[in-house]
């Protein structure tokens, strides 16, 4: 079933089958440039889908020619360092990192600056044959400032993520998916069903397990490897305290399949 939210201005939010959130950014007069309201709006669904029991996995996508091409430049055009330093923008992007369940982005198009960011924030990342990714901020003076910097070092390796903040070098598709950047390349007409396919496959995992199994893979990204060998452990036995754990084991020595609880 399908049931669209008509609260929002700027993006498009449905359950889609299978318990999955879908959340389509709505600007294409500015490709999908991602201003405060839209960012908001994009926070409180993503929130909302999180709480929510009946969605197992979050999708976020754009359009066929934009994912989002940035923060809104003529909305960030006038601000001061004092403005940026009291938006709001830093803790959004926050609540964002900080969802328990996976969000997948499906990228076709530019996925620039803010943008691109947001596709790194995600878990999983399908990107589409006409896909571009890259980091621009340097043609408007200023640096990526949501994470860009960070994330494109420990995820490409220094030199790549050189070029990419300092030169302005975009990726296509298929360098993104050498890169480590993505996880598959497929048609472009394609990319919103295979991201909801993949997306439907978590949900019908064990929602525990799926939840710890990410706080987990995150880890490695900020902490030494001692410290995320212990949140490992310490994640793989809590599991064991779970119904879903007995029943998958038993389940699968029964050779039938398993029922999760979500407990
Ligand atoms: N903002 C506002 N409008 C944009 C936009 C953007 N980022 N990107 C495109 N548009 C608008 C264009 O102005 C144009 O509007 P009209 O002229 O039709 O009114 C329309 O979208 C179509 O764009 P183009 O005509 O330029 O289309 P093309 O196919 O020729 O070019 C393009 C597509 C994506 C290569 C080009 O539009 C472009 O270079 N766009 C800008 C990309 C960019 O520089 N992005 C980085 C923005 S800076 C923060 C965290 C993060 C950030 C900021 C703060 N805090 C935590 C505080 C992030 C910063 C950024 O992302």
Redo the contacts with the bound molecule.
């Keep these: 079933m399908t049931s669209q939210n008509p609260a929002f201005e700027h993006i498009v939010v449905e359950v889609r089958p299978g318990h999955v959130g879908l959340v389509r950014l709505n600007r294409p ?3 999908n ?2 201003n405060a309201a839209t960012l908001a709006e994009i926070v409180t669904a993503v929130r909302a889908f999180d709480a929510d029991s009946n969605v197992g996995a979050i999708v976020i996508t754009g359009s066929e ?2 994912f989002a ?8 055009s006038g601000k001061s360092a004092a403005d ?1 330093l009291a ?1 709001v ?2 803790a959004q ?1 926050e609540a964002l990192r900080k969802t328990s369940k996976p969000l997948i982005a499906a990228v076709a198009g ?1 996925a ?4 691109h ?1 947001l596709v790194m924030v995600c878990d999983i990342v399908i990107a589409a044959e006409n896909a571009v990714f890259g ?3 340097i ?2 003076g ?1 640096i ?3 994470g860009g910097t960070q994330r494109l070092a420990r995820a490409l390796g220094k030199s790549l993520a050189m070029e990419i903040v300092l030169n302005d070098r975009r990726l296509s598709a298929d360098e993104a998916l050498r890169a480590g950047l993505v996880s598959r390349v497929v048609p472009t007409e394609r990319v919103l069903d295979e991201a909801l396919s993949v997306a439907r496959q978590i949900a019908a995992r064990a929602p525990v397990a799926v939840r710890l199994a990410k706080q987990s893979v995150l880890k490695a990204f900020d902490t030494t490897l001692e410290v995320g060998l212990e949140l490992e452990r310490h994640n793989f036995y809590l599991l064991f305290s779970t119904e879903d754990q007995k029943e998958g084991m038993r389940a699968f020595l029964e050779k039938r399949p398993p029922n999760w609880k979500g407990r």
């Design positions: 007069k500015v490709l440039a991602l020619r934009a091409a940035g923060a809104d430049i003529a909305e960030m940026l938006d923008r830093l992007w530019f620039l600056g803010g943008g960011e980091q621009p901020e043609n408007l200023i990526p400032g949501a």
